[in-house]
């Protein structure tokens, strides 16, 4: 669908100017309440990922824990990319700002519950409930950049947004597998941070009850919700999220298929490829191009990346290959945010953020499964991640035929 994926000018358009102040205190204190806040749903992605093995052995009774125990580390992201479409639809109906703090102190009390439940079923229940925040969370903050900031302003908050979720993952990663170490449950104190973000967001956020001045229409003016055109970003997104993901989830394998077991050289290498992801998102914002030019090209570095991956013989050449791809990663994801984004209106602007929420979450699930179904076909995982970069390889190509063709 060629106009699904049409040039957005807005997106770097500086001539409407963003309806905050965008200096001074209040302003730094706003941004750094929209980045924290958007590193919450991470935290909820990888603080207890160090852990489970602990917990597996403490459910180790439970008929079906085997199964059960990892699912109290994916269900999140499964309740995110089901319900974020219903969180865009509340949050433009009820408002962007009573949700976010709504939603930031219920993720406190679901986020902290397994420390003092007792049963599998509810642990997992009450994580599922955590991705409902999430959900709401993610939307929240994201419509809140897109109403607060225009221009190229939105474009570098959009891109800090991903530098902030890409660099957070290791650093929660880190922090759940050292506060781990005093017990499987330890970790879930830290959901309690929300508790000190609910009030200050409360404060220091501005609330945006009716149009944001950039997005005012003339009285009785007929505007349909832009689902064809969002319909291929979303599209773009799912597989995105796919390709974003693979190697944060599959790094510590496919050293372990290389020989490498050392948990200090695997974290290493992990911290490497998410620095590459935020040189990534930097990259993009001071290019200061609209991001549908850009596509093509960022997903062939993705694919150049996954390229070296699966040809790699040794840990030093993969970690190459690691670092290409999530520079590739990093411009693409904030392409793809940035491109739906200028797409929507303010009275949409929670309902579209809401369905990219869901493909990027839904890419994020379903990233394990398809490769582990492409490492049955190749017959390794190395051959896995090298089918996803002739994927991508096409996908570029395709994007540059359509531009072609609308030329």
């Not at 303010?346 to 809401?354: I, M, S």
Request: charged share 10%; aromatic share 8%.
């Amino acid at each position: 669908m060629p106009g699904s994926l049409s040039p957005s000018p807005a997106a770097v358009d500086d001539t409407v100017p963003s309806p905050v102040a965008v200096s001074g205190p209040v302003h730094r204190l706003r941004v750094t309440l929209l980045m924290a806040g958007s590193c919450l749903p991470i935290l909820g992605a990888v603080l207890i990922a160090p852990v489970l093995p602990k917990m597996q052995d403490h459910f180790a009774s439970v008929p079906g824990a085997k199964a059960l125990v990892p699912l109290a580390l994916t269900v999140p992201a499964l309740a995110v990319a089901l319900l974020a479409p219903f969180a865009g639809v509340i949050v433009d109906r009820l408002g962007r700002k009573r949700l976010l703090i709504a939603s930031t102190l219920l993720y406190a009390v679901f986020g902290t519950a397994p420390l003092w439940l007792e049963s599998l079923g509810a642990i997992i229940a009450s994580r599922a409930l955590v991705g409902v925040t999430e959900a709401a969370i993610m939307t929240c903050c994201t419509t809140l950049i897109g109403d607060y900031y225009s221009g190229r302003r939105r474009v570098k908050y959009l891109a800090l947004q991903t530098m902030c979720a890409s660099a957070s993952a290791t650093v929660f990663f880190v922090l759940g597998g050292a506060v781990g170490s005093a017990g499987w449950r330890v970790p879930f104190w830290v959901y309690a941070v929300s508790l000190v973000l609910a009030p200050l967001m409360a404060s220091a956020l501005p609330g945006t009850a009716g149009r944001v001045a950039a997005d005012v229409r003339p009285a009785g003016a007929q505007r349909a919700f832009p689902w064809r055109q969002l319909a291929g970003i979303c599209a773009l997104t799912f597989f995105g999220a796919m390709v974003f993901y693979t190697v944060p989830v599959e790094m510590s394998y496919l050293l372990d298929d290389l020989g490498v077991a050392n948990s200090g050289v695997i974290g290493l290498a992990t911290a490497v490829a998410s620095a590459a992801t935020v040189a990534g998102a930097v990259a993009f914002a001071r290019l200061k191009r609209a991001p549908e030019p850009m596509l093509p090209a960022v997903f062939a570095v993705c694919a150049a990346g996954f390229g070296v991956m699966c040809l790699a013989g040794n840990a030093p050449l993969l970690v190459i290959g690691a670092v290409i791809n999530c520079v590739g990663t990093g411009m693409l994801l904030s392409a793809l945010l940035t491109s739906a984004m200028s797409r929507l209106a303010f009275e949409d602007r929670g309902r579209g953020t809401g369905l990219w929420t869901a493909a990027f979450f839904g890419g994020e699930f379903v990233c394990p499964l398809v490769l582990l179904a492409g490492e049955s076909a190749a017959g390794s995982l190395a051959g896995a991640v090298g089918v996803l970069g002739v994927a991508s390889l096409l996908v570029a190509a395709g994007l540059t035929g359509l531009r072609r063709r609308a030329a």
